[in-house]
């Protein structure tokens, strides 16, 4: 059973535009939403988390936003940048058992 | 401050053996975690030990195992190696639980 619902699979954005993967949790006890960004041939990296209570979080050029009662949230990628090109995972966690549970991933490319 | 170190970065075994891979965490970092990056079938998570012990195991069969030492390093083991254990296992680490997971750039597993 996939508790984390990724879409889309791959997606090509202009240098500039606006990037967005949306993702979609099936369990309400989720407390801990995490974005992971992955290079090839690297680790995934932390690069921005949102927990349950808030309904926005922005770091730079990237948001998070969060629809609790639609069990939804996306990743924005604001003036998207070629070294932005990565693989891109949402994830979900309970704080009880620490499991991460990650989305299949998003293959961004941003074209110069 | 060093990020998470996983070693070695590359393996080739062969079908029944047996295998050990290894992590440092973050220094201050008391928890652990070991995940499998499998082609079409994404991160999953296999292991998490903190202060020693095995907090929670993920749905993987009893061949795979591990241990935490004092200095809070860990150790994954995989016996009887199958070929669909070729793999990219990422450890992680995190000040505890509940606490943001960064991931080590992993060990490439091949099996033969």
């Known amino acids: 059973q996939q508790q984390v619902k990724q879409s889309p699979q791959s997606l090509i954005v202009q240098k500039g535009g606006i990037s967005i993967i949306n993702c979609a949790y099936e369990n309400t006890a989720f407390d801990y939403f995490p974005w992971y960004q992955q290079f090839p041939g690297k680790g995934p990296a932390l690069l921005i988390a949102i927990r349950p209570d808030v309904s926005e979080k922005k770091e730079g050029r990237f948001t998070i936003s969060f629809n609790k009662s639609a069990k939804q949230f996306s990743l924005h990628i604001m003036d998207s940048q070629p070294g932005d090109s990565a693989t891109y995972f949402c994830?979900?966690?309970?704080?009880?058992?620490?499991?991460?549970?990650f989305g299949k991933g998003t293959r961004l490319h941003i074209l110069p | 401050e060093a990020g998470v170190t996983q070693s070695p970065t590359h393996l080739i075994k062969t079908r029944g053996q047996q295998v050990t891979l290894r992590c440092s965490p973050i220094s201050g970092h008391t928890s652990v975690y070991w995940y499998q990056q499998a082609l079409g079938l994404g991160l999953q998570f296999l292991l998490w030990y903190d202060e020693g012990e095995e907090r929670n195991r993920g749905n993987f069969p009893p061949r795979f195992s591990g241990r935490q030492f004092p200095n809070y390093s860990s150790e994954l083991n995989v016996n009887a190696l199958e070929l669909e254990d070729s793999a990219l296992y990422l450890c992680?680490?995190?000040?505890?639980?509940?606490?943001?997971?960064?991931f080590g750039d992993g060990t490439r597993l091949s099996i033969l």
């Open positions: 992680a680490s995190s000040r505890g639980s509940n606490q943001p997971q960064h």
């Open positions: 994830a979900a966690s309970l704080a009880r058992d620490d499991k991460i549970i």
